[in-house]
């Protein structure tokens, strides 16, 4: 009677635990062509970037408190009529926020977004 029981949970607690943190990249909403990666052999000519912002999760990544914007961070990089390519994005914890993540038992799960790429135009 125990055992369908433990089972249940753990497979509800694995499902809400795996669940979390998840993040989603829209690059339709920047305004301007991006693309992932040039054509092989190929770099993309233009002035390299690299903008670092926040994301914040809570309840060990089951709430969206804030959401890192791509559009902001790049807001400063780009003018009318150019272009990204060679954009890589990093989603990592640093140090201060695995300390902060683990004093807070989990309730407030900080992350690191960097985006880079390339810009590239007139």
Known sequence: ???PRLGRFVAAAALVL???CAQTFDATTLGVP???????????????FSVTTHS?????GLMKFRSPSVERALAGQLLDGQ?????????????????????TAGLV???SVTVE????GP
């Open 109 to 111: 799960v900080p992350r």
């Open 1 to 3: 009677m125990i055992a």
């Open 34 to 48: 991006a693309s992932l990666a040039s054509d092989a052999g190929q770099q993309p000519t233009g002035e390299a």
């Open 83 to 103: 272009a990204i390519s060679n954009v890589r994005i990093k989603v990592r914890s640093s140090v201060t926020d695995v300390i902060f993540t683990i004093l």
């Open 56 to 60: 914040v999760h809570g309840f060990w």
């Open 117 to 120: 790429g390339v810009v590239t």
């Open 18 to 20: 795996l669940a979390g």
